[in-house]
């Protein structure tokens, strides 16, 4: 399989899921401004979305949307645990917070990206990430992970996109058990492992 990534993207996520589920994969980087790959190739052949994470299977067709791409690696091995078994309403909690993080955070960042944001719309925004986050935040405050004492997907979804912080100069100093949970899974060596492939990629 074949996973396309730009580095610090949400592409991370299912990178991650990937290692910590011992599922190889081969990487290909993409410029999301030329829509070109680090091979040369046209991405928009690839997925017309134009944008990562997509993963090519082996079979030639493809995946793309994170959390879909993420339920699916996990899915392979689900002795890994880090998905709960399909029907069962832990997996629907799983679905659950796997939606909040795409709708209330994720899609929230992208605008705080924007070096043309006024002031104005940059406090706006980032005041409305921290109302999104204070739910995160209680639910942390009670167990060390989203779903309880099981590392999941979401996790992941949620330490990768909360990575952006720092990028988009979001304080998030206030809410210290999401501190304690970013540096809990920073720790895990498939994190490390992702995260130090996508540096060395070319």
């Known amino acids: 399989m074949k996973l396309y990534f730009s580095p610090g993207a949400c592409s ?19 410029d999301l401004r030329s829509k070109l ?18 993963l090519v299977l082996d079979d030639g067709s493809v995946l793309t949307e994170g959390q879909v791409i993420s339920q699916y690696l996990a899915d ?16 629907y ?4 917070w796997l939606g909040y993080i795409n709708s209330e955070l994720h899609k929230s960042y992208s605008p ?12 706006e925004r980032g005041a409305y990430l921290k109302r999104r986050y204070q739910l995160v935040e ?6 060390p992970y989203l779903l309880g004492e099981q590392y999941s997907i979401a996790d992941v979804y949620l330490y990768t996109v909360t990575n952006w912080a720092g990028y988009v100069k979001l304080d998030l100093s206030e809410f210290k ?4 949970f970013q540096e809990r899974v920073a720790a895990r060596p498939a994190v490390q492992a992702a995260q130090a492939a996508e540096r060395a990629a070319k």
Not at 12 to 30: D, M, Q, R, T, Y
Not at 93 to 96: A, D, K, Q, S
Not at 115 to 123: D, I, K
Not at 138 to 143: C, F, G, I, S, Y
């Open 138 to 143: 209680d639910t942390l405050a009670r167990q």
């Open 93 to 96: 909690r799983l679905l659950e």
């Open 177 to 180: 058990a999401l501190a304690s």
């Open 12 to 30: 991370l996520a299912p990178h991650i899921v990937a290692h910590e589920v011992g599922l190889p994969l081969s990487l290909e980087k993409v």
């Open 37 to 54: 790959t680090a091979s040369g190739s046209n991405f928009l052949d690839v997925t017309a979305k134009g944008y990562v994470p997509a």
């Open 112 to 123: 705080l990206f924007n070096p043309a944001l006024s002031p104005e719309q940059r406090e």
């Open 76 to 91: 392979q091995k689900p002795e890994a645990g880090l998905v709960p078994a399909a029907g069962s309403l832990a997996r």
